[in-house]
């Protein structure tokens, strides 16, 4: 009975097995494949994998004609400004929801998450059309605007999560030893917040890196972004100058959602959305 008992143990872990097997295929099995046309010279079918390797359109990605470095610019030039109007306009708003007793709270919270609502390609093309009247259209000032009505749900939510956090009693004691207000909140209230606020804008620096939509139909042609290079590269059929954008774009949302699991504790978690 107990032999019976261990192989049927041991069969039972077969399922798990292809189970596990086939998540991880789907997962990193396109990785993989990006990561083989990023050094492909030559492939096609029904060959399984590339028959010549090399480095050549590594070259022509950051040659000056490549646009390649000129779109990464581009992309972290806007990503910085966007975190950096995101989180001065959400740590003001993030602080007075997390410590005002304001009316309809939880609806100025929810308001935030209006421009994820709709189809993004509507509001995109009616915003293209306003800022193209104001001369807005094809600015990077009219791209980092975009992205940050995306952005601003992350920042404020998160940044209020923080605020919430913090035990206000930590507060009264910097006021009871003759602190004031700007400086209990610049000494007291604002480190503690830092490790909340850090993740908040990394997770705005990400979503401005990623954006197509809005980057497409207000910065295009003149502003050139990586997805908007992944995009025409792909579409024309360059499979390895696509492979090597997508990997800028991957590399640097990995390595800052690791920076996010350090920096976003479980009782800033907790309070999101609260």
Known sequence: MTALRNNLSALWWVPRG???GLLAFFIFGPLFNMLLWTVTEKWYFPHTFPLEYGFSSWEK??????GALESLGNSLVVALLTVAVALALAIPAGYALARLKLPLR???LLAFLIPQAFPNLTVYVNIARIFYEIGLNGTIPGVVLVHVSHGLVYA???ATAAFSA?????EQA???????PLRTFRDVTLPLAAPGLMASAIFVFLESLDEFTGSFFVGAP????????????????NYQIASITALLLLVPSLVFMLV???FLKADVLSRVGQ
């Open 18 to 20: 292809i189970i596990f």
């Open 61 to 66: 990605v950051f040659a000056p004609r490549g």
């Open 106 to 108: 939880g609806v100025i």
């Open 156 to 158: 404020v939510w998160i």
């Open 166 to 170: 913090i035990d206000p009693e930590l």
């Open 174 to 180: 910097a006021r009871n030893i003759g602190a004031g």
């Open 222 to 237: 003149d502003v050139n972004m990586l997805p908007l290079l992944l995009y025409t590269t792909a579409s024309g059929g």
């Open 260 to 262: 996010v699991e350090r």
